[in-house]
């Protein structure tokens, strides 16, 4: 039985899978056949022993190692091991060591992946699932066909392949930005160069430092920027994965990253290749005018281009899908610029609307209006947020009202307390003596109570102090046998320091306690 027709963009993987769903052997029996080993494994994207499988497949092993495999990748950016990786008859083993996946810094958990739209196209188009050699590349984890992220299928059995293991159609769509799709189109594009030609020796890293020098990436003593080119390098990994990945840099500072690069030395993963490559596709020569395109972002009217998608007819989900905003905020943008949409229910009219906007504008409150009109509160307060100049005047309106309730309450209050000071007005009445003192100033001050002078308190006659003191002294020592000390006697008599740090105010007391203290002598 030979393995079923490869599809467009089919890997061979794939092929295998289809082949132990239709095939009566039991799995050790067909992997025996199709690779020589009844308990091997069958690698995603580094399939081995294409010798044995190419007897059941119309293609030489020559072209299912070419087009349905992602050996031409890695023995381009390896090439000291290309001579292992380009031959057929190379087992998993030797192929898994060639590859150095294990020897690389940034790895990733071994998995297949699929697009559920593809999938969906595939079955219909085809009548059956498949895996795309395109999705499998390391690293990639978008569709560059409908923009979405690829979802991860773990291979868990040794073999990995599986008559049951095919991409799964009932899985939602998680649409992806631009710059993920870009770099999925621009791996792919790689991929079919390689396909397509033979491969040539040359030295990587000297084809880096030569695009370096002509985009800007050198200085004139010809050092390479890591800072720059690091920065960037990061800003553009982290738009290419939805979570967390090992393989991107894992700061703005991973210089590491870009001088393994260039260095020549050691084997790198092929996704810093296809990364690097692809930042230096995004950057311009010296000599062009305009400024360098390395912004991931790029500053655009989001506000414009949701107008324009919604007067092309595209639907609150399409455009919120294309914009990367959520339909709340489309609809709003709907409302204001009055666009209109096809909304379901259809319950707020412009009859509603007009209606809300004319009570709003006298001032009532939201969840009023909502009752009244019988909608939500927040369908109200999105109108009244798109229509223009309206949050505004509420606001004008709510400090109105506050500043004459206030007001009112202030001048009521004196009326009826005609004697109460400034500190009983404020502490009654807190919350409109402070809007006011800081909103209405200076008419506050218009209308509160004079302000009563402060009453002079008189200093510590220490004179008549000092005369006081000599008798508490003398009964204190007495009941203590004249035993206690300075300290100890000013903390009997309250502890204010007076023998202590104001000793030379109280010249009596003093002499009176030294000669209390001779007598114990």
Not at 158 to 169: E, N, Q, T, Y
Not at 290 to 310: F, G
Not at 372 to 394: K, Q
Not at 409 to 437: D, G, H, T
Request: overall charge positive.
């Amino acid at each position: 039985m030979q393995l079923p027709t490869a599809l467009a963009d089919e890997s061979l993987f794939s092929r295998i899978c289809r082949y132990l769903a239709i095939s009566e052997l039991p799995l050790e029996q067909a992997l025996q056949k199709l690779v020589g080993d009844g308990r091997g494994a069958i690698h995603p994207y580094l399939t081995s022993n294409l010798h044995i499988t190419g007897q059941f497949s119309e293609e030489s092993p020559e072209v299912l190692q070419s087009n349905q495999t992602l050996r031409p990748l890695f023995s381009y950016y390896l090439p000291q091991y290309r001579t292992i990786l380009e031959n057929v008859t190379t087992n998993t083993n030797d192929i898994l060591r060639a590859s150095q996946l294990s020897t690389f810094r940034g790895k990733e958990r071994l998995s297949v992946k699929h697009c559920a739209l593809c999938a969906k196209d595939d079955v219909y188009n085809f009548g059956v699932a498949y895996w795309h050699l395109a999705h499998q590349i390391p690293g990639v984890e978008a569709c560059s066909v409908h923009r979405t992220w690829l979802v991860h299928n773990e291979l868990l059995d040794r073999s990995h392949a599986s008559g049951v293991l095919l991409p799964d159609i009932r899985v939602e769509p998680i649409y992806c930005n631009e710059l993920a799709r870009e770099f999925s189109k621009f791996s792919l594009n790689k991929i079919r160069s390689l396909q397509s030609k033979k491969q040539s020796v040359v030295t990587i890293s000297d084809t880096y430092l030569k695009k370096l020098r002509i985009n800007g990436g050198l200085t004139l003593s010809g050092r390479v920027k890591r800072k720059k080119i690091a920065k960037e390098l990061f800003e553009i990994s982290e738009e290419l994965f939805p979570t967390q990945s090992d393989l991107s840099l894992r700061t703005p500072e991973d210089y590491r990253f870009v001088s393994s690069l260039l260095s020549g030395q050691y084997p790198q993963h092929p996704f810093k290749h296809l990364l690097f490559e692809f930042y230096l596709s995004r950057s311009k020569h010296d000599d062009e005018p305009e400024t360098r395109i390395m912004n991931v972002n790029a500053p655009i009217n989001k506000e414009d281009h949701c107008c324009d998608l919604l007067r092309s007819g595209l639907s609150m989900a399409a455009v919120s899908r294309e914009i990367d905003k959520s339909r709340c905020y489309v609809k709003s943008i709907a409302l204001k610029n009055n666009i209109p949409v096809n909304l379901k229910p259809k319950k707020i009219t412009l009859n509603i609307k007009n209606s809300i906007i004319k009570w709003a504008r006298k001032g009532f409150h939201r969840d009023v209006l909502a009752k009244l009109h019988d909608i939500s509160t927040g369908s109200v307060e999105l109108i009244i947020s798109t229509t223009a100049g309206l949050v505004e005047w509420r606001k004008q309106c709510k400090v109105e009202s506050l500043r004459r309730r206030y007001c009112c309450q202030i001048i009521r209050f004196i009326a009826s307390n005609p004697k109460a000071c400034r500190q009983e007005v404020k502490s009654i009445n807190e919350a409109a003596f402070y809007w006011l003192y800081i909103h209405e100033h200076q008419w506050l001050e218009s209308v509160l109570p004079v302000a009563t002078q402060t009453q002079h308190v008189g200093r510590v006659d220490w004179h008549q102090r000092d005369k006081l003191l000599v008798a508490e002294i003398c009964s204190i020592m007495q009941q203590h046998q004249n035993q206690l000390s300075r300290t100890q006697l000013d903390k009997l008599l309250g502890g204010h320091g007076w023998l202590t740090k104001k000793k030379h105010k109280l010249p009596r007391a003093l002499m009176k306690y030294q000669s209390l203290l001779k007598e114990k002598r």
